[in-house]
């Protein structure tokens, strides 16, 4: 089973500032087999990245995904007051198709 | 619109069975995946299974590999997520969502929250 460990666990900022946040696998992912989620309090989570680096429809392009291999990172360029949530990657390669545990970003 | 109706909240007790659904509308239910997620409260995301209705075909993760089943009816466009013993550890929200063909989960359902206390 591939673990993904998230980073931070709780990122503290302020709207209009940079959020970077990290996903490490256990053992090499395929860009195209990885994920990011948003999830608001109290509602399901929403696809926002898939293969890596592509933005789902509706996506702004504040939000920006890379990585490769073992390191993956959600950038968002600069926060509004909606991107506050707790966010998630997955991987959906190989089998079970793990999550990480999450980072939540929280207003400062 | 693609959506994933998903069936109403429950309350059971443990050694109960239950069966929640998910129904799709809006895309070939038939020829995508469907995905389920156990959110435990407070906790964060568990991939449980995937079934591919058009066929049935479905992997389950280890970790809920003989807890539940996952189930598909493509006559319908529906999902289903069902144990025959509830624990109060099953207590958790549930999510169903649509895989792409890289499986991953791009329409998600609003969830079914189950309670299970004695």
């Known amino acids: 089973e591939i673990v993904l460990t998230q980073s931070p666990g709780t990122l503290s900022l302020s709207p209009g500032e940079r959020a970077t946040l990290s996903c490490r696998a256990s053992?090499?992912?395929?860009?195209?087999?990885l994920a990011w989620y948003q999830q608001k309090f109290g509602q399901a989570p929403r696809l926002l990245i898939y293969g890596a680096s592509s933005r789902a429809t509706g996506i702004p392009d504040r939000f920006r995904g890379s990585g490769s291999g073992t390191d993956f990172t959600l950038t968002i360029s600069r926060l509004e007051p909606e991107d506050f949530a707790v966010y998630y990657c997955q991987q959906h390669g190989s089998s079970p198709h793990t999550f990480g545990q999450g980072t939540k970003v929280e207003i400062k | 619109e693609v959506q994933l109706v998903q069936s109403g909240a429950e309350v059971k007790k443990p050694g109960e069975t239950l069966k929640i659904s998910c129904k799709g509308s809006?895309?070939?239910?038939?020829?995508?995946?469907i995905g389920w997620v156990r959110q435990m409260p407070g906790k964060g995301l568990e991939w449980m299974g995937i079934i591919y209705p058009g066929d049935s075909d479905t992997t389950y993760s280890p970790s809920f590999q003989g807890q539940v089943t996952i189930s598909a009816d493509k006559s319908i466009s529906t999902a289903y997520l069902q144990w025959s013993s509830l624990r109060a550890s099953d207590t958790a929200i549930y999510y169903c969502?649509?895989?792409?063909?890289?499986?991953?989960?791009?329409?998600w359902g609003r969830g079914t929250t189950v309670t299970v206390f004695s």
């Open positions: 809006g895309y070939s239910f038939t020829n995508s995946w």
């Open positions: 053992q090499s992912v395929s860009s195209t087999y």
């Open positions: 969502a649509r895989a792409s063909p890289y499986h991953y989960m791009d329409v």
